[in-house]
């Protein structure tokens, strides 16, 4: 992890809910390494790293992200095997 990751995180999800319409839009996928699924396994690997206390709250905060964004996101089924990466990376966005 790297100075600042959980803010940087929690930023790109914060930037992708404010889209417009119901669903995410797949065109703000621009490269890896931005996607807001990469967002999501740059706060699970912070999860490994905080005292239980941090851990609660950012775990509070990555319950509502990941309430917004199987919300905001499709079933993928021919995504199953990403799940081993993390459920969010079987969901799909708005083509």
Known sequence: ???NA???A???FESAFKQPGRYLNASEAYSPGIEV???R???ERAM???PPGAKRDLGRLITRIDEEFDRCTLPEPNYFEL???GWWWTRM???
Do not use: G, N, Y
């Open 10 to 12: 929690l930023s790109r």
């Open 41 to 43: 396994d740059d706060l």
């Open 37 to 39: 699924e990469d967002a």
């Open 1 to 3: 992890m790297w100075p």
């Open 83 to 85: 799940a081993m990466f």
């Open 48 to 50: 490994l790293h905080l």
């Open 93 to 95: 966005r708005e083509r």
């Open 6 to 8: 959980v803010d940087h």
